[in-house]
């Protein structure tokens, strides 16, 4: 998979500026809850696109800490300006094996339907933060209009290319995968919230890690 993004970084980076999506970005960020001075880390940050977005959140006292395991995607995020600054880090890394600990808030967006062991990868991120932060999920799914299902069925196989998900429907792998992240998530959580975007096209939860008097 790491081969078809370094192919298509500079396509993948303009898709994901598409002005639609900004919205809901923002929505995933506003979930975490952050603060100023805050240490966020992005599983999966492709080119960025969510980096200015965190960076405003947590100010220049914070940290954005973006992880991607292909280093073209890195590439193309460190020329935007606004997705760069002392204030933001870059780190080629395996997002199922982050090697941060102790941060304010996780973000995943379009990511989670992408791993074999969706679970065990929540598990990761929540172990990465501490006890009152946020963890926050973004995925494209499956809504009532059809038309968009069809869209999402394409979606799937453009995401996870020459990935096998499944011998019969790509989309209802992802499904499934996407959903045992969702459980995980609500397992390890509390505070938990979840809302829907574009028709239901779209869907975020949120949780905090229980433990800590932050909210």
Not at 22 to 40: E, K, M, N
Not at 71 to 80: G, K, Y
Not at 173 to 180: G, I, P, S, Y
């Amino acid at each position: 998979m790491s081969e078809f993004y370094k192919r298509w970084a500079t396509v993948y980076d303009r898709l994901a500026r598409l002005p639609g999506l900004r919205s809901w970005r923002a929505s995933a960020v506003d979930a975490l809850g952050l603060s100023p001075g805050d240490t966020v880390a992005e599983m999966g940050c492709g080119t960025g696109a969510n980096v200015p977005e965190l960076r405003e959140r947590v100010g220049p006292t914070g940290q954005v800490v973006g992880l991607d395991i292909t280093r073209e995607m890195l590439r193309a995020a460190r020329r935007h300006p606004d997705r760069t600054g002392p204030s933001v880090d870059y780190l080629r890394a395996d997002a199922t094996r982050p090697p941060v600990r102790n941060v304010d808030a996780v973000l995943g967006t379009f990511v989670a339907g992408l791993f074999p062991d969706p679970a065990a990868v929540v598990d990761a991120w929540c172990d990465c933060v501490v006890p009152g932060g946020r963890v926050a999920l973004l995925n494209f799914q499956r809504s009532d209009a059809v038309p968009l299902n069809l869209a999402f069925e394409g979606f799937v196989r453009l995401s996870a290319p020459g990935a096998r998900l499944s011998t019969d429907s790509h989309a209802d792998a992802f499904e499934r995968r996407v959903a045992a992240a969702r459980r995980r998530l609500t397992e390890r959580t509390v505070d938990r919230r979840y809302e829907t975007f574009g028709g239901g096209f779209l869907g975020l939860v949120s949780g905090t890690v229980p433990g800590g008097d932050r909210q």
